[in-house]
């Protein structure tokens, strides 16, 4: 019923940057937050970046100081501004949504994010 869509991947060198954005098909209003995973090939899924509907936001330690997470998530949109990127960032990058605490979220299909040496 709902469907998250993410865009903005792609390649990039060592210390260039990427935008990421997702947003809810139709009109998807009420989440109480949305964020971002990863998963590299061979790696544990990361949780990299979240945002709540009062804006605050949480980042993991290895992207904090290089990655921004903003948005409008009462209009189900949330980006991800990615500077300073180096090859260890490289992954599948999939946006999430929640509409409770405790509920199950929906997911993206994912941006494959590659940043070469």
């Known amino acids: 019923q709902v469907q998250l869509v993410e865009s903005g991947g792609g390649l990039v060198q060592a210390g260039g940057s990427l935008r990421l954005s997702c947003a809810a098909s139709g009109s998807i209003v009420g989440f109480v937050n949305m964020g971002w995973y990863r998963q590299a090939p061979g790696r544990q899924r990361e949780l990299v970046a979240t945002i709540s509907s009062s804006g605050g936001t949480n980042y993991a330690e290895s992207v904090k100081g290089r990655f921004t997470i903003s948005g409008d998530i009462a209009k189900s949109t949330v980006y991800l501004q990615m500077n300073s990127l180096n090859p260890e960032d490289t992954g599948v990058y999939s946006c999430?949504?929640?509409?409770?605490?405790?509920?199950?979220?929906?997911w993206g299909q994912g941006t494959q994010v590659t940043v070469s040496s």
């Open positions: 999430y949504a929640r509409l409770s605490s405790w509920g199950a979220p929906f």
